[in-house]
């Protein structure tokens, strides 16, 4: 059985009233305010199973269950055919916070696996994700305004004009942080930004 899903960010939805059916559906959040990517698929559901396999994975440094997360998301490419149409995987920084922590991206080693799949090629070091504070001494005005959404900066703006890209992350809660990426993509001169993540939260408002 298919699960009725958000168009925008995937978020999987109460079943469809026949008004609804048929037709494209969005859950609150993007109705609300639509995010900057053209749209967000996930692998699973963000579950208390999953968090634990993403909690070991991300802060027991279990690179092999790290790179098995990843061959899930690669089977679910045969779900989501669109996704192989993106040929630039950009990998979401990790936070300026936890990367004095920790030696690795899990985005990219889940982008890894899914390029393997897609055939697309990973860009590791297109988006920059510093705090705001040291972004607005190190940047020029002109700078600033170009390149810099939420704590993103787009540190290689050659790569990304012109071009589809799909953003990589763990995770999508509110959708917001992949939205700020897709913003300087889009701002830098992309043509197009989706994402992929491994896993979705699902929330109490849209009726779970
Ligand atoms: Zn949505």
Known sequence: ?????????????????????????YCHTCTASRPYFTFSRSATAYTEFMRALIHRFKYQADLDLGRALGR???QQ??????????????PI???????????????????????DVTKGRVYPDVLLRLP???LQHTLGRRQRKQGLAG???????ELV?????????????TGNTLSQAARVLLRGGATEVAAFTLAIGITVQDGY
Request: glycine share 6%.
């Open 93 to 115: 920084p990790l936070h300026p916070e936890a990367a004095n922590r920790r030696t690795f991206n899990q985005a990219l080693i889940l982008a890894d696996q899914v390029a």
């Open 72 to 74: 899930v998301m690669a």
């Open 132 to 134: 705001g504070s040291a």
């Open 77 to 90: 490419v045969d779900r989501y055919p669109i996704l192989k149409k993106y040929q630039k995987i950009i």
């Open 1 to 25: 059985m298919q699960v009725p899903f958000c168009h925008c960010c995937g978020r999987p939805l109460p079943a469809l009233s026949k008004k609804t059916r048929g037709k494209p559906i």
């Open 151 to 157: 704590e993103f900066f787009l540190a290689r703006p």
């Open 161 to 173: 004009g012109g071009q589809k890209i799909l953003l990589i992350d763990d995770i999508l809660t």
